[in-house]
């Protein structure tokens, strides 16, 4: 499996971008799928999962209404808008493909098998 993250940029507080990841290597409506952060300095963390059905959305408490995950079967890709950036949301932003025994959204980064490279995410004040 193999995942490419696109989308990351300079972007002003209040702006918005949207990740993108590309799923290559298996089926991809067989995996739940994540996006999480690491910011210089701190250990990477949870930001939001998508149920391998794209019925199931989970999101950590400070991006809850700011962001958004989605999937699309047809381009096997899976998206993060994000919207009302803050500095604190700058962050190496990572994709992920869940272990195929999972089907519902996860939070925990040992529950997911496949990682892309990141994507640099940086707001500025």
């Known amino acids: 499996v193999q995942l490419q993250a696109s989308g990351g940029g300079l972007v002003q507080a209040g702006g918005s971008l949207r990740l993108s990841c590309a799923f290559s290597?298996?089926?991809?409506?067989?995996?739940?799928m994540g996006w999480f952060r690491q910011a210089p300095g701190k250990e990477r963390e949870f930001v939001a999962a998508?149920?391998?059905?794209?019925?199931?959305?989970d999101y950590a408490d400070s991006v809850k209404g700011r962001f958004t995950i989605s999937r699309d079967a047809a381009k096997n890709t899976v998206y993060l808008q994000m919207n009302s950036l803050q500095p604190e949301d700058t962050a190496v932003y990572f994709c992920?493909?869940?272990?195929?025994?999972?089907?519902?959204?996860?939070?925990?980064?040992?529950?997911?098998?496949?990682w892309g490279q990141g994507t640099l995410v940086t707001v500025s004040s």
């Open positions: 992920a493909a869940a272990d195929f025994r999972w089907s519902v959204p996860r939070r925990t980064i040992e529950d997911y098998r496949y």
């Open positions: 290597g298996d089926i991809f409506a067989y995996r739940a």
């Open positions: 998508i149920s391998r059905s794209d019925v199931i959305r």
